[in-house]
């Protein structure tokens, strides 16, 4: 199958250069759509490829952003000085995609990995009713005791995180080495040079951290349906808390995939005949959740939720008054402002 893929680069709100990118199916109009959150270091044109691709292929209009000072985009490398920042970014872009004409009746879901899922399960509380589900690959709703520095460490370094936030000395475990369980795959993802395989920043091993820590306390008011997928080898993200997702979150639609024996990188880390099948499972659980919206069928699904949701004492962007107003952007991926560059092409793919 045909598969186009687009490339853009955007500025945020703060003028920060981000890429952005997109696949889709080449000869019909997409199913529904599907918005990539790339993991820790990770970025979407090259690691996520595969993903996009697949998905695309299946007939789904893939979208992705690098964020800031990850992959293509620019910033400080991985550093991550507001996680709430980083969601927001992925918030506008996400949210122009949508607003497209072509695209206003498709079904709007997140796929996250990883670091990724705490993006995901962040978007979807800020803004409860938006979206239509989730894809959760080894979601970070908790850093494993297996990797996390000691509390001791921990703590002397938030002493000093104002002072020195984007020192690279937070003393962590290979995660490269921990995640990835084929050979082969693995070397590919030290040779790409887009990746960032340094030790972590400061402050950024900080905000993901206390993200994490903010995540796992707030499972139960999950409510968007869900499939969660993760290894039950897994040593970087905890498969436990995976498991507390499914039991605590309010959602009435939920399933959870526990793979036996398999790693972190379930879908760019394992033996290929186990990406197939974990592909194959998420294929068929967006085919079952892709539908129509009309305007009316939104309006519902809105009002049939609470008008309200406040995080921390504050009212979120869940709140309808308070959400920033989308504007209509010209472009294929009709990102943020100030578009600089693009790119297309179309591929031939086999699945």
């Known amino acids: 199958m045909e598969v186009e893929y687009h490339e853009e680069f955007v500025r945020n709100s703060s003028g920060v250069q981000l890429f952005t990118c997109g696949w889709l199916p080449a000869a019909a109009s997409p199913k529904a759509l599907v918005f990539l959150c790339h993991g820790y270091g990770m970025e979407c044109s090259g690691f996520m490829r595969a993903c996009g691709v697949r998905l695309a292929a299946a007939g789904y209009g893939v979208f992705g952003m690098d964020y800031e000072g990850h992959g293509k985009s620019m910033g400080a490398r991985c550093y991550i000085r507001s996680f709430r920042r980083l969601v927001q970014d992925c918030e506008r872009f996400f949210k122009s995609v949508c607003d497209l004409e072509e695209y206003r009746s498709k079904s709007r879901f997140l796929y996250g990995e990883s670091m990724g899922g705490a993006v995901t399960l962040l978007l979807h509380r800020n803004d409860p009713t938006f979206w239509d589900g989730a894809v959760l690959v080894a979601p970070m709703c908790k850093i494993s005791e297996k990797v996390k520095p000691h509390p001791l460490v921990i703590a002397a370094l938030t002493q000093v995180e104002d002072v020195i936030p984007k020192w690279k000395i937070v003393p962590t475990k290979d995660v490269i080495d921990a995640a990835f ?23 950024t091993a900080l905000e993901m951290l206390r993200t994490s820590m903010y995540v796992e306390d707030s499972l139960s008011q999950v409510k968007l349906p869900f499939l969660v997928l993760h290894g039950e080898a897994d040593t970087v993200t905890d498969p436990e808390v995976s498991r507390a ?99 297309s092409e179309i591929c031939d793919v086999k699945i």
């Open 181 to 203: 369980k084929d050979p082969a795959k693995r070397e590919q993802i030290r040779k790409n040079k887009l990746i960032y395989q340094d030790k972590p920043r400061l402050k």
């Open 245 to 343: 997702l499914y039991e605590r979150a309010a959602s009435t639609d939920k399933t959870i995939k526990l793979y036996p024996g398999m790693w972190h990188g379930l879908t760019a880390g394992e033996p290929d005949e186990n990406v197939e099948a974990i592909f194959s499972d998420i294929v068929v659980w967006l085919s079952d959740r892709s539908r129509s919206w009309t305007p009316e069928d939104r309006l519902m699904k809105m009002m049939a939720a609470p008008d309200k949701l406040v995080v921390d004492g504050e009212n979120s962007t869940g709140n309808v008054e308070s959400r920033p107003r989308r504007q209509r952007r010209r472009g294929f991926l009709c990102g943020l402002t100030g578009r600089t560059h693009r790119h």
